[in-house]
């Protein structure tokens, strides 16, 4: 055997172990060191905490002056004038009764005059056939929500809007005649009606809880002693308490939180509140006054002049308050690596091998962070691959 075959054969073994040794390694190490990985996605965390309080507005009760039947004339929510009507009162439940029978009397005279004036005819049945498809549906949301104060006024519009459709102008004439000689025999009830006026201007609610005597003046005492009392009081309204006007465009939130919660607001800063199943949306109030501590705990002041009317059911409540949100990639914990200068990244899969990328922790959760790019030229984007598992990762390294 020649001496060069010898050397040739002796060099293939040689390459041949290393290229076993090389796929050798490969298999421990993925037995040992298998490759896991998550998809990237993006979320917001907010932290936040729970208090509770009592909204605080100027408020003033309007009794029934004794009167057993009432008519209340402003729909909740809506604004009254000083010396306006609020309600009309009357010694019996008959006279109330005719009352009512009046104004639905009044309101289809309207509907049938307006009609009337218009004509009927088919030309627009297509635009009618809607609007009755309307009328039916509106009538049957407001009986599934048990909102019955707008039901006469859509009944009315229902039967016009029938009529409308159907009836010639001869027919709507002797309904319209009918309607009328039914109101002239009821006219004489409205002489037993007593009104009562709004003492002051302000917003209408029919919520009365016996609270109505805290006022924004009072705010200033308040302290954790006299909230927590507040809190744990039990009121009610007074028997001839038939609702409240609202003044002011600006209510108050006193809460009583404890000084590690406190500790996390400023005065002057606004907070966003959640006021849970009473209303859906968020408010944002300002914090207008942090209260010394006593005990671990203060009283602080939120205001705000946004939802005065959405909020007037609402008296002693607890809320969500948001003091922080933090808006990018999640990601586990394990994932995260401090390079040798202690700034952090973490690898992506990049076809068959890691890529590099540099991140800022936002926020840390127990399991895991919420991060974001430093490196604009390499962005970490939701539904990326990361890598959680694989030891010994380097830019580049062909991890599969």
């Not at 290229?19 to 037995?31: H, M």
């Not at 809320?319 to 394990?334: A, F, L, M, W, Y």
């Amino acid at each position: 055997m020649k001496k060069s075959d010898f050397a040739t054969k002796i060099a293939m073994g040689v390459i041949l172990l290393a290229v076993i040794c090389y796929i050798g390694f490969y298999i421990a190490n993925s037995l040992t060191n298998p490759l896991r990985s998550t998809l990237a996605v993006k979320v917001t965390v907010r932290e936040s905490f729970t208090v509770s309080g009592i909204v605080i507005r100027d408020e003033t009760v309007i009794g029934s002056g004794g009167y057993g039947a009432v008519n209340i004339v402003p729909s909740e929510g809506e604004r009254v004038e000083a010396g306006g009507t609020v309600a009309s009162v009357y010694n019996n439940e008959s006279a109330l009764v005719q009352i009512r029978e009046m104004e639905a009397l009044d309101a289809k005279i309207e509907k049938f005059g307006e009609i009337l004036e218009a004509g009927s005819g088919t030309g627009e049945a297509k635009s009618l056939d809607d609007e009755i498809k309307k009328n039916v549906f509106e009538m049957v949301a407001a009986v599934r929500d048990r909102s019955f104060s707008h039901i006469s006024e859509m009944k009315t519009e229902l039967e016009a809007n029938i009529l409308k459709k159907t009836a010639g102008s001869e027919d709507l004439q002797a309904k319209l005649l009918s309607i009328r000689q039914q109101r002239i025999s009821l006219g004489a009830a409205a002489s037993s009606a007593k009104k009562i006026t709004a003492p002051v201007s302000g917003i209408f609610s029919s919520s009365v809880d016996g609270f109505e005597d805290l006022k924004i003046k009072n705010l200033a005492s308040l302290n954790v002693g006299s909230l927590n009392n507040l809190l744990s009081e039990t009121r009610s309204p007074g028997d001839e308490a038939i609702g409240k006007l609202v003044s002011g465009t600006r209510w108050y939130y006193a809460a009583l939180m404890d000084d590690k919660d406190a500790d996390r607001l400023n005065v002057g800063d606004t907070a966003t509140m959640i006021f849970g199943r009473y209303l859906g949306t968020e408010i944002k109030m300002d914090v207008d006054s942090i209260g010394g501590f006593e005990g671990g705990k203060c009283v602080v002041i939120f205001s705000s002049n946004r939802s005065l009317a959405d909020t007037l059911s609402i008296r002693k409540q607890s809320v969500e308050i948001i003091c922080d949100e933090h808006s990018g990639i999640r990601v586990p914990k394990q994932a995260v690596r401090i390079k040798e200068n202690g700034s952090y990244c973490i690898y992506t899969l990049s076809g068959a091998s890691a890529e590099e990328k540099e991140v800022e922790i936002l926020y840390e959760d127990a399991n895991y962070y919420i991060v974001q790019s430093t490196d604009s030229s390499l962005p970490l984007r939701s539904g990326e691959e990361i890598i959680t598992s694989t030891k010994g990762l380097y830019n580049g390294k062909i991890v599969r």
